[in-house]
Each structure stands twice: as structure tokens, then as C-alpha cells.
Nanobody, 118 residues
């Protein structure tokens, strides 16, 4: 059964940095485009960073230039380096494979909470 386990969240001040990790079971990373999603309180979950099986990356405008997605196939892990964090980045962050519509493919993990506050 596919399993995704996110970690690395926490509380930081504006301008701070965090590195999120997502451990994926089996061969999920090798066969799927992977993405980081986030869901803020009262809002829908949104896909904010993508990485293809050939390591092409793309970002939603709100995080472009501040966030970097990467993956390590050997470690079965997807990362999200988040710099220059803003209060608007406060959300629960999830990773998953994504489909053509930008939705998740596998059962969602528990996510990791990021709080940006002074």
C-alpha cells in the first residue's frame, strides 16, 4: 500500500527557512510526477510545487523564487526547501503524486504543519 510520510514542519518567524521531507514507499518517486501541496485553514488544498520524473520543476506564483522542490530516489524522499517564509505560507503541507488535473494520486499522509508568525 502506498504510504507518504511528511516531516520537517514547525513554527518560524517571517523571513525564516524550513526544509520539509516526504518519505514515499515503494517506487512512488520513480514512476510519478511528485508535488508538494498545502492547505491553509478554511481553504482548499493547492498544488504549489512540482517535479517530474526527469527533474523538471515548476511552482505556483506565490512561492516562485522562494521554494525549491527536489527528490532523492535512493532515499525515496522528496524535499521542499522553503526560504523567506511569509505569514501567508502558514498551512499544513503534504506531498503526493499528482495527476493531469493537479490532484493527488495516492492516499494522503498526515501532513506537516508550518506556522509563520512573529
Amino acid at each position: 500500500q502506498a504510504q507518504l510520510v511528511e516531516s520537517g514542519g514547525g513554527e518560524v518567524q517571517p523571513g525564516g527557512s524550513l526544509r520539509l521531507s516526504c518519505l514515499a514507499s515503494g517506487s512512488i518517486l520513480e514512476i510519478n510526477r511528485m508535488g508538494w501541496f498545502r492547505q491553509a485553514a478554511g481553504k482548499e488544498r493547492e498544488l504549489i510545487a512540482r517535479i517530474t520524473t526527469t527533474d523538471l520543476t515548476s511552482y505556483t506564483d506565490s512561492v516562485k523564487g522562494r521554494f525549491t522542490i527536489s527528490r532523492d530516489i535512493a532515499k525515496k524522499t522528496v524535499y521542499l526547501q522553503m526560504n523567506d517564509l511569509e505569514p501567508e505560507d502558514t498551512a499544513v503541507y503534504y506531498c503526493n503524486g499528482y495527476n493531469r488535473l493537479g490532484g493527488g494520486i495516492y492516499p494522503w499522509g498526515q501532513g506537516t504543519q508550518v506556522i509563520v508568525s512573529s
